[in-house]
Each structure stands twice: as structure tokens, then as C-alpha cells.
């Protein structure tokens, strides 16, 4: 490790140590910092044209505050912010909008959400606590390189973008981001690549060369997968960059990147068989101490996949993040409530009551809703949780699944239920990508069809068995669902389906980015209601 990554670490551990402090001094005092997150947000739009217009007042207390504002989505923020990037202003909240972070969520229609100065102040209050306890649960971690995920978007939207590279050290405050930049194992260069093929060539390169590599931080397993695969599909080119240190045919699509050289690394990769060895991964990166990336729902399996490659490393999950703000972060081994970020409601999943942080109890299980500095205003969002004891005053929760259902004839299925259905499969060694919704599924009639990922080497006997016996699972435990079972007799859906094929998770992920869907938003999720027509693959199987 070089004389810089040492520094960076060492000034970067002393800077986030106040931010993780302040984290655990006012876990006793909730109420009373909700209170004033709250105020400080009332006080910033109100001096805002669109609180002004709104009549938004600074000296609301929070119970005025929910009685007068009703809950949105983004689309009810969607007008404004189409004002807001046109015009250079500031429109929503009285802060300047710093950049505009591109997010597609689970569906193709990109939602451009305003990281404004006072939403990052709120990101970087989360992000110190987070890296202070990193610093000081996984010592081991502060003496390597890091890697830093980029928030990946396709080829054609970057010149959307304009300076705003979507860079994920920019939620820290500039002071940190300089010290973070020092320990970082691929520059943030590599985002002016002329494609998102071209960038991530170049971040494998980087961390392949990297074998001081200590911490990879990704969002979804699936991408953390990815990028293991995609090195192994890459590696002779791999070694022969890295040999040269020279882009070779990728010279004029790098933006003047400078590319690394190993001779290390490039012996490594030569003599690889491509196989997905953690032998291998371990040669390459012998100081990993530590993987972060969700961990929970649809991404359990995904997630022991990735760490079941690198083995040698710890694995911490992520907490609830989400472009529009952050719910829960890992913290002393649990996911507490990141309370001195945005201002939280909650509402209870099962009678629909309103609640503020401090009122919330034990297993209950409640839908967070974010009151934050990008102006938006009790922003419902579309995630379960439960409330799993606390620290000190503040809860701590678990995420269990998307509140976004499916409702193609009346059947009512919950992504919760889904994932539930996914959880009780005996799937004889496959994992389950997603459960799609169909409007046209066997006979050209709605259905649900279960996609998983099955051993390359499977017969095509065996393949058939595996999509049987799953198919019949999946429908006894649908029918448990009354409405689903209706739907069933009444003719209105299709026996449950299943798929089954060695790259099912590419499969789905080129097709989620054929659609528009953001790279670095595509991630497995338990239930997906596929609109319109079906894709080849699947159209194939369901029809044989």
C-alpha cells in the first residue's frame, strides 16, 4: 500500500470518528433530533417559491406538519423538477441543487432526483457513522485500497449528465471525498469513459491490478457477481493490458485514463482457467477484509454467492438506500434508524396509521416514508420493514421486501408474498432470480412464471424436472392467497410457470436494460409485473 493510501486512511479514520461519536451520543435523545430535523427542513422551504406557494410555514410542529402535507410520490414532485433543471434554480427547498442523481427504480421511466448542498449534508451524517464504525469493526480493512461502486448509467444518458459524474464519494462533504480519493483502488476518471462496456473494463483492470485491494463496496450481489464473471470473460485482454500497461484497442474510448500495469496480475489471469475459484480471487486479492453489499429479501442468495467466491473477506449488508435517501445503515453489527439524516414517518403495514420514529414498537412492521433536503416532502416509499429491538432510543429494522404489488386480475400479490413464496422453494440447488407477472403468459392469458438460475452442466431432462417440480411449488403456495386462488378457478390465470437456465440472471438483466432500466438500479427483486410483450427466451419455454 502506498505512502498516500496510508495517509488517506489515517486522516480519513480521525476525520469520520466525530460523525460515528455524534451518532452514538444522541441515540438516547430521538424525539427531540426528529423534532429539529424536522424544523431545520420547515425553515429551508419555507423560503422556497414552491413552499411559498404551498404555504408551507417554518414554525410547524411535526403533528400540524402531517395534518396540512399529504404523502407523494415522485411524481408529484416531477413538474418541479422538470422546472428546477430547465431553469437553474432552486425551486422545492432553499438550498442550492448541487447535481441531479438519474434513478429508474423498477421501471424503465428515470427519475432525476436533486442532490442539493443540504440533502448531501444529510447523506454525509450517515455516511461518516457508517465509515467510523467500519474503521473501527473492521480494522484490518484501514490498511488497504477501497472500491467505491459508481452509480453505473447507460452509454446514451451520459451526456445528460454533464459534469455531475455519478460518483458515490460525492455524498461525502468535499474534505472527506479529497481524503476517501487517496485510498481508492480505481479513479473516479473512469466514469468519462465513452460506455458503460468501456468503464467497467477499466474498473476491472484497476482492481485486478490492485493487490493491496482491502474493502469492495457494491449495491446489489448481482453487480459484485458481475463484475467477478465479467473479468473472467475479460482475461485475456486483462493480461494483456495489464502487461503492457496500454489500453490497446481501447485507447481512443478511455478519455485519457491512464491504465494501470501489473506483471503480478497479468500472470495471474494468464494462467487462470476462467472457473470461479475463491483460490484464485484470493491470490489476486490476498488483503480483502471486507465485502459490502445487500444482503436481504431477493438478494440472500445472491449475496452468500458472492461471498461464497471470497470467502477470505467479511460481509457486511447495506441497510435500506435508496437514490431518494437513506432509511437504516449498518451500525455495532445492526441497522438502526440513520435518525440524524432526514425527518421519518412511518406507516404501520397493517392498519395504515401514521407514526412518527419515536412511536414505533417492536415487530411491528411499517412502510418508511422521508421528509428530506432534496425538498421532498413525506415521501412514501415502497419498502417493508420490521422494527427489530433498537439502540438506545433509536430502531432498528429489517427489510423485508418491496410494497409495490401486482394486481393483473384481482389477485393482489404483495412483493412480500413473493418473497415468501421464493423462501419455502426447495430449489434443489437453483436460485430464484424473480417471480414475473405476465398479461401474457401460457395461451397468451396472464400468469405468474418463476425464472431461476440452474448449474450450466444440467441436462435438458433435468432442466424440465427442476422447472416442473418448481412450477408446481409456486402454485400451491400462491393458492394460499384467496384472491389468487379466485383468479385461479375463475379461469383468469394461467398454472404458475417456471424457467429455468444456466445464465437466468444475465437473461434478465439485459433484458431489465434493453427496457431503460439504469445499471446500477437493476438488482434482483422477489416480484416484477412485466407489461407488454415477452421476451424470446421466455416465450419459447412457456409456449413448448
Not at 459508481?150 to 460518483?167: C, F, H, K, V, Y
Not at 415468501?420 to 392469458?445: F, H, M, Y
Request: net charge neutral; with cysteine; hydrophobic share 40%.
Amino acid at each position: 500500500m502506498g505512502a498516500g493510501t496510508t495517509l488517506g486512511h489515517h486522516l480519513l479514520r480521525l476525520l469520520v470518528a466525530p460523525g460515528r461519536q455524534r451518532f452514538e451520543r444522541h441515540l438516547g435523545e430521538l424525539e427531540s433530533v426528529q423534532r429539529a430535523r424536522l424544523s431545520r427542513w420547515l425553515s429551508a422551504v419555507s423560503r422556497s417559491p414552491e413552499g411559498q406557494r404551498r404555504g408551507i410555514r417554518a414554525d410547524w410542529s411535526w403533528e400540524e406538519f402531517s395534518r396540512q402535507l399529504p404523502l407523494s410520490t415522485y411524481q408529484d414532485h416531477a413538474e418541479v423538477i422538470a422546472q428546477q433543471r430547465a431553469r437553474k434554480q432552486s425551486l422545492l427547498i432553499d438550498s442550492p441543487v448541487m447535481r441531479y442523481q438519474p434513478t429508474s427504480g423498477s421501471t424503465s421511466a428515470v427519475k432525476w432526483v436533486p442532490y442539493t448542498k443540504m440533502f448531501l449534508d444529510e447523506l454525509d451524517q450517515v455516511i461518516t457513522a457508517w465509515v467510523g464504525d467500519l474503521y473501527r469493526q473492521f480494522p484490518q480493512q484501514g490498511r488497504g485500497t477501497h472500491y467505491w461502486s459508481l452509480s453505473w448509467i447507460p452509454t446514451e444518458m451520459r451526456s445528460q449528465t454533464a459534469g455531475d459524474i455519478n460518483d458515490d464519494m460525492k455524498m461525502l462533504s468535499f474534505g472527506k471525498r479529497l481524503l476517501a480519493y487517496l485510498t481508492q483502488a480505481a479513479p473516479q476518471e473512469i466514469a468519462l469513459a465513452q460506455s458503460s462496456d468501456d468503464s467497467l473494463f477499466a474498473t476491472i483492470a484497476y482492481l485486478a491490478a490492485d493487490d493491496a485491494l482491502g474493502f469492495i463496496s457494491v449495491w446489489s450481489p448481482t453487480f459484485g457477481l458481475g463484475l467477478l464473471e465479467q473479468m473472467s470473460h475479460w482475461r485475456e485482454e486483462l493480461s494483456q493490458v495489464l502487461a503492457q500497461g496500454n489500453w490497446g484497442r481501447r485507447t481512443a474510448s478511455m478519455a485519457g485514463v491512464p491504465c494501470p500495469r501489473s506483471q503480478r496480475a497479468a500472470s495471474l489471469l494468464r494462467g487462470w482457467d476462467g472457473r470461479m475459484d475463491p483460490a484464485f480471487f484470493k491470490a489476486l486479492w490476498p488483503s480483502l477484509a471486507v465485502v459490502s453489499a445487500w444482503d436481504t429479501a431477493a438478494a440472500t442468495p445472491w449475496a452468500r454467492k458472492l461471498h461464497g467466491f471470497l470467502p477470505h473477506a467479511n460481509f457486511q449488508g447495506k441497510g435500506l438506500w435508496a437514490t431518494e435517501g437513506v432509511v437504516t445503515f449498518p451500525f455495532q453489527g445492526r441497522y438502526p434508524l440513520s435518525y440524524l439524516s432526514h425527518f421519518y414517518e412511518f406507516i404501520d403495514a397493517n392498519d395504515g396509521q401514521t407514526l412518527a420514529a419515536w412511536q414505533l414498537r417492536e415487530g411491528q412492521e411499517v412502510i418508511p416514508v422521508m421528509t428530506t433536503g432534496s425538498g421532498f416532502a413525506r415521501y412514501q416509499m415502497s419498502d417493508v420493514l420490521r422494527v427489530e429491538g433498537s439502540l438506545g432510543q433509536v430502531p432498528c429494522l429489517t427489510f423485508l421486501g418491496r410494497n409495490d404489488g401486482v394486481d393483473l386480475v384481482g389477485e393482489k400479490t404483495s412483493a412480500t408474498t413473493a418473497q415468501a413464496v421464493q423462501d419455502g422453494l426447495a430449489l434443489s440447488g437453483a436460485l430464484p432470480v424473480t417471480l414475473l407477472a405476465l398479461d401474457e403468459a401460457r395461451g397468451r392469458t396472464p400468469g405468474y412464471v418463476l425464472l431461476v438460475e440452474c448449474d450450466e452442466g444440467v441436462s435438458s431432462q433435468a432442466r424440465q424436472a427442476i422447472q416442473s417440480d418448481l412450477a408446481a411449488q409456486v402454485e400451491k403456495a400462491l393458492q394460499a392467497n384467496f384472491h389468487y386462488k379466485l383468479a385461479r378457478e375463475l379461469g383468469q390465470l394461467q398454472h404458475a410457470a417456471c424457467v429455468a437456465l444456466p445464465h437466468m440472471r444475465q437473461v434478465y438483466m439485459d433484458q431489465c436494460r434493453e427496457r431503460g432500466m439504469i445499471e446500477g438500479n437493476i438488482k434482483i427483486e422477489p416480484l416484477r409485473h412485466w407489461r407488454g410483450s415477452v421476451p424470446a427466451m421466455l416465450r419459447d419455454s412457456l409456449d413448448a
